[in-house]
């Protein structure tokens, strides 16, 4: 058989990641130098990176993708940021929630979010508890906004939660009994984890739940990632290959 033929049959041999994730993740990144880019204020790039969100879940709801959870802020930007912008974000996430009731009933959006939420301020907290209890029936795509948030952080409140101490729990038992007591227990793995704005890591995003995840990196800023851009990205994963640990028949090497 020819070369071409070989490296056609391995393709095909190898399990496809599927046509669409189940799970997309955003970290959107690059608010403030699309700002910066235009002499504007850093906020008005915040604010037009919550359009670039808007038209995200849209495209996500027309792919037919089942859950999009996106990473708002940091446990480390709500220690380094400078308060005006701190306050600006806060305020800019409540109006938003508030805002956005129509489109969410519209897309049967059903919103939740994960963090240390209690240490968000009250306006932030009370919009949040409402847009989660008007959209818990909502079944079209389930949008987790991820506020005050740290993958290290959540994996130190689960674990004392979890009863660091319970011995007698063995294997798989362990990751299970810790899993349960993460933000939202009901979050599945990411699938696709895209950032955008040039960076190339994880910034302490989701680290328990995307372990196996695919990872795209894009250097578009968040506020012009646009249709194109999302298609790009859901391209790329149709190409690749997850194996999840194992080993496919054809190939060698690489078991991740
Ligand atoms: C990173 O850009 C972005 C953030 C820290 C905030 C994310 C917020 C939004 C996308 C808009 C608000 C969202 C909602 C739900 C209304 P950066 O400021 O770090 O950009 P830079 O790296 O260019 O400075």
Known sequence: MSRTGDSQRSVEARQPAGDRPGHLGFIM?????????????????????AEALRRVLRLAREQEIAEVTCFALSTENSEQRPAEELEFLYELLADHLEQEREEMERL????????????????????????????SEHQGLVFRLAVNYGGRAEMADA???????????IGAQKESALAAQLYDPAMPDLDLLVRTGGEMRLSNFLLWHSSYAELY???????????ADFTAALEEYSRRSRRFGSVSSTTSGGDA
């Open 108 to 135: 049967q959006i059903c919103f939740r979010a994960i963090g240390r939420l209690q240490e968000l301020p009250r306006r932030l907290i009370d919009a949040i508890e409402k847009a989660q209890s008007e959209t």
């Open 217 to 227: 990196f894009t250097p578009v800023l968040w506020p012009d990632f646009a249709a």
């Open 29 to 49: 990144d690059g608010n403030g130098r699309w700002a910066q880019q235009r002499q504007l204020p850093r906020t008005d790039g915040h604010a037009e990176g």
């Open 159 to 169: 674990f004392c939660s979890a009863g660091a101490g319970d011995r007698s729990l």
